[in-house]
């Protein structure tokens, strides 16, 4: 049943076709409860069937009741996007069998969600572009199987742990023609999540899984083509590979005379093909019809009020406000406001500096802050540290006042992350102050012209970037500690004056 | 001290009464019960029996009458409908699925019961899954209906149904008070065919949590006594809003023997032509207008202007609805979690299917598939959406008639308590039973039967339709006629261990 296709890389086909992409991300939302009973949400490294009751095992007579919090959350990320909120939406019942579902259906919404329309816009290769989505919606997650072959038979376990959780869907419009493309979105789209702090959207721990419809057309072609759903995708990286590997696949059907059959496929990680699953003739009727146990919901403008309120601000009004508020480059502002944490990180030093300070403390953020929590990991915060904003604004109220050296200033916070110490006390302590005594700098320079004749003769003869040789001499004999500006300016007035 | 065995043909109240006095225990009551309940074997109300349960709980009760804390149902003898979750007792549903199946907690009605000190004798019979009208549809045998004899003596009649097993119970003077569940009629026709009281409360008075579901936004948990005020107390004890069911209303519960005192002058009783055409056994035509005619002579208005012209849909509207939502509700039992199930399978799917192939009985199975079928892609507009649309205009149609009068009345039943077989193999003259009881709930408004007179020595019963949440209105006419006629005080030939 499954082929591998067989692909020519070589082969550029998308001279010809342009795909077009569409994509259905689910988000586990963080709330505390789950979606319609009162059990812990968190299933992650938790013993199986330990967060259960008889709500989410699906027990004859129990009833759903919404979870407050959960509904709360898909409306702000509605908002954040851009959506449209209904006055009235609803829950349905979607029908099928499958012995991870515990009641046989499961409870979502169908016609009435409660997010229409919205948008979000990415950046790709530079360009600015727009995705649009159709709607996002609400519902359960399912329990899980864990699939067991001990030799004598296969069979499966089921963890009910993530029965029940809440499960929040968003469907784009077919409005993407790359998989940087969709990778972007995805990646645009966790951060949002994160920022409004209702989802980690973690993909390689499920918190956010991803199918893309894809299918391709002759470029300038209106009609859409035949569109094959891929599923199995488990990183932002392999959302990209499998939609640039279907896009070349249909691509290559195409070209020797086939034609796309409308089916699903899964993503093969480790070969980086897509497989066929299933056909549309084997696809289910899910037998929607309104869920009769939880009326319909009403959100007046009130509530949607409220929710707005406890929104903060989002990425990308944060990154136009750090241009402006605190003069930074595009992309300083980008890496700042990359994720809210370090955004707020930065404001708070910038508070705590005092005014002037917004681009000294910016220029530590983005490079030794950064330099060491990157060594953490990819997605380490100043929390995980014992380092705070206090520190770096102290750190850069020392660099401003030429109190310690760029150099020195490295290896203040270098030691403020290992020990927490505050960066004055770490100067005072270990006697890092930079030497500002004009006379002992020229001292040593009076020494190091001495010593280096050779140098002194090659900027004399005209080499004026021999300089840089003489200043490095005198910055190590000052151990660092002397401002590298003062430096090179008495260094100049000795050796232009003869001397 | 003695206990006479007479005392057990006493209602609630007089129980109530005598044990506050201290003229017997709650334990002697509840012994002698019990002692009568396994007289009666032969009527097959009960699936389980709790004798250990009673004993104990007639001891809790007995304490608290001992300090002067018991309330109208301290101490008093109730069958609970083995549709409703007991903890630690065996819930079937009248199913073989479920014969097995014991449910981790109460559900709420019960909890309620407990709470206002009732003594749960046992789990009665029904038909599997509350699907049908005599009770012949358990997995456990029928119930026999006390009052219908043959030549020879021998117990030949249904008892109605579903709610079977706790209407004949009453009627037999097993217990004063029970608990049913009413879909389609399924407290109502049961009560009218076995000579006692009945009622389905409005839509969303009564919790459903617990209970295991047929057609949830169609039934509702309510009493089978044999007086007004036994009805009044249990309902008294079970209603209102539960933070467990979302379905239940945020509606203050009134005293309902607040219309007591009122009597019958100056009632609108309305009398639609629609409920005494066609189909209506003249046999029982007869009492319900003697009854009536005995309203009128009290003062009543009687209002046959009134019209609800779209019941006559209201049969086909329910057996769209109601296997709808029951083909979800039933989908959990698959062998997979709980209850029967098939384990020498040639696979997942082929245990599954064959657990659902035996482990239901027909009905369920006929009415899962119709269900299915009306819910199926390409059907949905035409069945199930347009049931939902004729289902408003009948509830708008009940709502406009009670503008007119304060009551509605009609005949609970078509006919009178049927030999067991007789409709057994034809599902739609089964379905007809509930002719007059159906269009109740499908607009959601109380309804309440209570006995008018006999047809051929077996029971009639009057059905009473009021408007939303004003079950006291009918509480108070069922009171009313009662003082003027004393066919609730009727008792059927004592029913020995021989039938
Ligand atoms: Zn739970």
């Given amino acids: ?25 689910h988000i586990q939302l963080k709330t505390r409860s789950k979606m319609f009973c009162s059990c812990d949400r968190e299933y992650f490294d938790t013993e199986p069937n330990s967060h259960v009751c008889a709500i989410c095992l699906g027990m004859p007579g129990m009833l759903p009741v919404v979870n407050e919090q959960a509904v709360a959350y898909t409306i702000m990320a509605g908002l954040a996007l851009g959506c449209d909120i209904p006055t009235h939406s609803k829950f349905d019942r979607k029908n099928y069998p499958y012995p991870d579902l515990v009641k046989g259906y499961q409870i979502s919404q169908y016609d009435q969600p409660f997010c229409l329309g919205g948008k979000l816009d990415i950046e790709v290769d530079g360009e600015p572009r727009t995705v649009h989505l159709e709607r996002i919606h609400l519902e359960e997650d399912t329990a899980r199987l864990l699939h067991r072959d001990d030799g004598a038979e296969a069979y499966a376990l089921i963890d009910v742990n993530r029965s029940g959780s809440p499960l929040m869907e968003l469907v784009t419009q077919p409005d993407m023609h790359s998989g940087a493309e969709a990778s972007a979105f995805l990646h645009k789209l966790r951060r949002t999540m994160r920022y409004l702090q209702i989802a980690d959207a973690d993909m390689e721990k499920g918190q956010l899984r991803c199918d893309a419809n894809v299918s391709i057309r002759p470029r300038g072609q209106e009609a859409l083509g035949t569109k094959v759903e891929v599923k199995n995708m488990n990183s932002f990286r392999s959302v990209q590979r499998a939609i640039e590997f279907e896009i070349e696949r249909q691509a290559q059907v195409l070209a020797e005379g086939g034609r796309i059959v409308q089916e699903t496929r899964g993503y093969v990680d480790a070969t980086g093909v897509t497989v066929s699953q299933r056909s549309k003739e084997e696809a289910n009727d899910y037998r929607y019809f309104p869920e009769p146990d939880i009326p319909p919901t009403v959100l007046d ?78 997605e380490a915060e100043l929390s995980e540290t ?74 004399r003869s005209g080499k004026k970037s021999a300089i840089g040789f003489l200043v490095g001499q005198v910055m190590r004999e000052a151990k660092g500690r002397a401002d590298a500006n003062t430096v090179s300016s008495l260094l100049r007035k000795r050796l232009d004056s003869g001397s | 001290m003695a206990f006479d065995p007479a005392h057990l043909d006493r ?12 003229d017997y225990t709650a334990t002697a009551l509840t012994e002698a019960t019990l002692e009568r309940l396994r007289q009666q074997e032969h009527l097959n109300a009960y699936i389980t029996l709790t004798e250990d349960l009673a004993l104990r709980q007639a001891q809790e009760a007995d304490a608290r009458l001992r300090v002067g804390e018991g309330g109208p149902l301290t101490g008093v003898p109730v069958g609970v409908k083995d549709l409703l979750s007991t903890r630690d007792v065996r819930t079937t549903a009248g199913s073989r699925m479920l014969e097995d199946f014991t449910p981790v907690l109460d559900c709420t009605v019960v909890e309620r019961l407990n709470a206002a000190g009732a003594v749960t004798v046992g789990k009665t019979n029904l038909d599997e899954f509350a699907m049908g009208s005599s009770t012949e549809h358990s997995a456990f045998g029928p119930t026999r209906n006390p009052w219908g004899r043959d030549g020879q003596g021998n117990l030949d009649r249904v008892p109605g149904g579903s709610s079977g097993g706790s209407a004949a119970t009453v009627a037999a003077r097993g217990v004063p008070l029970s608990l049913g569940t009413d879909t389609g009629g399924s407290i109502r026709q049961p009560a009218a065919l076995c000579g006692v009281l009945g009622m389905k409360p409005t839509y969303g008075r009564v919790s459903r949590f617990g209970v295991v579901a047929f057609a949830s936004s169609l039934e509702q948990v309510g009493p089978i006594g044999r007086d007004a005020e036994d009805v009044a107390d249990l309902l ?52 319900v207008e003697a009854a009536i005619d005995a309203m009128e002579a009290q003062g009543a208005t009687i209002v046959r202007d009134i019209a609800l012209p779209s019941v006559r849909a209201a049969l086909p509207v329910y057996y769209i609805i109601a296997p709808s939502e029951a083909s979800a509700n039933l ?102 039973n509930d002719l007059y009881t159906i269009p109740v709930n499908i607009a959601g408004n109380p309804g309440l039967s209570i006995p008018c007179g006999f047809a051929d020595g077996l029971p009639v019963g009057l059905q009473l339709v009021g408007r939303p949440f004003e079950e006291a209105t009918l509480l108070g006419v069922a009171h009313a006629y009662e003082a003027i006629a004393d066919w609730n005080r009727q008792a059927p030939p004592p029913v020995g261990t021989q039938g």
């Fill in chain 1, 301 to 378: 403008e009130a509530t949607t009020q409220a929710i707005r309120a406890r929104m903060p601000e989002l990425p990308d009004a944060r990154r136009a406000r750090f241009e402006s508020e605190y003069s930074l480059s595009p992309d300083e502002a980008r890496t700042l406001t990359d994720s809210r944490e370090r955004s707020e990180d930065f404001e708070a030093a910038v508070r705590a500096a005092g005014g002037g300070l917004a681009r000294p403390v910016a220029l530590l953020f983005i490079g030794e802050v950064a330099r060491h929590l990157n060594e953490l990991g990819q």
């Fill in chain 1, 386 to 459: 014992p380092v705070t904003p206090a520190h770096v604004a102290e750190l850069a109220g020392l660099l401003e006042r030429r109190e310690v050296t760029g150099t020195t200033a490295k290896e203040v916070l270098a030691i403020a992350f290992e020990t927490g110490e505050m960066p004055a006390a770490i100067v005072e302590a270990r006697g890092l102050k930079a030497v500002s005594d004009e006379g002992a700098i020229d001292e040593i320079a009076a020494r190091m012209i001495e010593a280096n004749p050779k140098a002194v003769e090659d900027y």
């Fill in chain 2, 11 to 22: 209602t609630a109240h007089e129980h109530a009464a005598a044990l506050r006095a201290g």
């Fill in chain 1, 1 to 25: 049943m499954t082929t591998q296709a067989n692909v020519d890389y070589n082969v550029d086909y998308n001279v010809d076709y342009e795909a077009v992409i569409g994509l259905e991300v």
């Fill in chain 2, 236 to 287: 008294q004890a079970i209603a209102g809003q539960d933070q467990m069911d979302s379905t239940t209303a945020p509606v203050p519960v009134p005293d309902f023997k607040e219309r007591f005192a009122r009597g019958l002058d100056g009632l609108r009783v309305g009398v639609p032509a629609e409920f005494f055409g066609e189909g209506l056994d003249p046999a029982v035509r007869q009492p």
């Fill in chain 2, 331 to 432: 989908a959990r039992y698959d062998g997979v979690k709980y209850g029967f199930a098939v384990t020498d399978g040639l696979s997942a799917e082929d245990e599954m299917a064959r657990t659902r192939g035996e482990g239901f009985g027909a009905e369920v199975k006929r009415r899962v598939m119709l269900g299915t079928y009306a819910l199926s892609a390409g059907y949905y507009d035409a069945y199930y959406l347009k049931a939902q649309k004729v289902r408003t205009v009948i509830r708008g149609e009940f709502e406009a008639a009670l503008e007119q009068c304060d009551v509605i009345v009609s005949p609970t039943s078509p006919n009178t308590a049927f030999r067991f077989a007789e409709k057994l193999d034809d599902p739609y003259a089964m379905y007809l």
